[in-house]
């Protein structure tokens, strides 16, 4: 079984572009990483894509095909959805076609736009992950169904909104300087306690911002990186994916992430790592206490300790395990199907030390921690620096 | 004019049922529950599933007051979506009958059927006992 390298990684500016469409932010980032890989659109062997609500904001369906050419590929393209997931599944997918020799060279990435439709339909187009008849038709919206999940943890394990606020403050922090995020200023604890209510406890600032973006990877096996003389020195080392019923009403766990916890596993067991390996990690924080849930999945915290870990300055820059060095969905953005692969974009950089905050990491193994609906579908990756 | 014309068979059952005071839910034969509509339980694939009476009362597991909605709930707002154990079965649907910020974790409730402001569409609907 070969090995999977990272060749290369490409983002657009990720935040309000309702004039960009699809098509044309996949063709920026896709060129991207094909520049940076150094290799050339022909030697591509597949495209794997994850697009989510592409049907209601572009009224666009059949885009594997459609970004495909996007990308300047004469090669066969596949839409992989699953909801904010999407990409991390089309990463996971590409991973096991390299390693089991069914192609060496695949273009994996996302793109979604939410901008043109205005928030109240956002919300609507946003809510159809989750399940319609238990769920949407209650009037869960996915901010709410968070605050369900937020509201169950604080009643099982304590904390504050305060300790959700810290994560908010320490991720817009992070985004300070990462041209590609779309929030780029520093927000206080105040800030964000005192920002509108959205569904109680989460309030504006718990929650990612609508944006539109694309990004894409190219990933390669070991052998075309040796015969092309690739500057390629992170691989992908380890997969896991984990899924849960998807109506919170019909999980076992209401703050707790078993899909996220399974992935997790299975990632680890795959590259034979643990969680104290882990040097850096990009996780899902749609919403903050997403993220909270993110860390005890991850195994980096017991269930209900990580809820003070930005607080205590653990998960921050400078803290033992920087979590979201690129602002994380917070404050760099969630352009839903996107964001898998912007995540491996953006360790990969951590990693090979050409990031902004690279100068954080303090170690070689980073994950990356991508997660559909309210955590019905999750993908894990573990990245590390070729030795 | 409303979304949903079409009739979803189990959960439109599952509706009526309670509107007619006569709510159920599906228990397997390994005594998990689940909402209609399903062949197979959810929690061990089991297709031996028969209805059961919903209890009378449930408790607020966890909830939360929606302020931003999506269109169809626009006018609702704001409301409290609330996740409601039943013992067996768990079920998603709004709080009636008490102020927003009166709502707490382990208030008991009882089912009902009631309509949404926005676009009168049926709804699941829970009141305090
Ligand atoms: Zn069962």
Do not use: W
């Amino acid at each position: 079984m070969t090995g999977v390298r990272v060749a290369g990684v490409g983002l657009t500016h990720f935040g309000s572009h309702p004039e960009r469409t699809g098509r044309d932010l996949f063709a920026e980032a896709s060129a991207t990483a094909l520049d940076d890989a150094g290799i050339d659109r022909s030697l591509v062997e597949q495209l794997n894509y994850g697009n989510f609500m592409g049907e209601l904001s572009e009224h666009q369906g059949h885009q594997g095909p459609l970004m495909a050419e996007a990308a300047g590929l004469d090669a066969p393209a596949t839409r992989y959805e699953s909801a904010c997931a999407s990409s991390g599944v089309a990463v996971r997918e590409a991973v096991k076609d390299v390693r089991n020799g069914e192609a060496d060279v695949v273009l994996v990435g996302g793109a979604e736009r939410m901008n043109n439709l205005g928030t109240a339909k956002t919300t609507e187009a946003l809510a159809i992950a989750a399940d319609d008849l238990y769920e949407v038709r209650a009037g869960m919206t996915f901010p709410a169904a968070y605050a369900l999940m937020a509201q169950a943890y604080f009643e099982q394990y304590g904390g504050s909104r305060e300790d959700l606020a810290e994560i908010a403050v320490k991720n817009h922090d992070n985004a300070l300087g990462n041209e590609f995020a779309q929030f780029q200023r520093e927000i206080s604890v105040e800030d964000a306690l005192d920002a509108p209510m959205v569904a109680d406890p989460l309030g504006l600032y718990d929650a990612c911002p609508i944006t539109d973006g694309a990004s894409a990877i190219v990933l390669v096996s070991d052998e075309f990186a040796e015969q092309h003389d690739l500057d390629a020195p992170v691989s992908i080392t380890g997969t896991g994916q984990g899924g849960d019923k998807m109506a919170l009403q019909d999980r076992e766990y209401l703050a707790r992430t078993p899909a996220a916890e399974k992935a997790a596993e299975e990632a680890y067991d795959d590259a034979g790592i643990d969680a104290t390996d882990v040097s850096v990690a990009e996780v899902h924080d749609c919403f903050t206490i997403a993220e909270v849930l993110a860390l005890e999945a991850l195994d980096f915290y017991a269930q209900g300790e990580a809820i003070g870990a930005a607080a205590r300055g653990e998960t921050t820059r400078d803290g033992g395990l920087p979590i979201n060095l690129s602002g994380g969905l917070k404050a760099k953005g969630h352009p839903v199907g996107a964001t898998g692969t912007s995540q491996i974009t953006e360790l990969t950089r951590l990693l090979r030390g050409d990031h902004h905050n690279s100068d954080a990491v303090d170690g070689d193994v980073g994950v990356a921690h991508n997660a559909g609906g309210t955590v019905a579908s999750t993908t894990v990756h573990v990245l590390e620096v070729n030795q | 004019m409303k979304r949903h014309d079409a009739r979803d068979d189990g959960f439109d059952d599952f509706l009526d049922a309670i509107e007619s005071g006569e709510g159920f839910y599906l228990e397997c034969e390994n005594g998990h529950g689940s909402l209609p509509p399903r062949r197979l339980c959810p929690h061990c694939g089991s297709d031996e599933l028969a209805e059961v009476a919903l209890p009378e009362t449930g408790t607020i597991e966890t909830f939360t007051v929606v302020r931003v909605a999506a269109p169809e709930f626009e006018a609702d707002t704001p409301y409290v979506t609330a996740v409601v154990d039943f013992g067996g079965v768990r079920a998603t649907g709004q709080m009636r009958g008490v102020e927003v910020d009166a709502v707490e974790t382990g208030m008991e409730v009882e089912a009902g059927i009631g309509e949404t402001e926005t676009t009168g569409e049926r709804i699941l609907v829970f009141h305090p006992r």
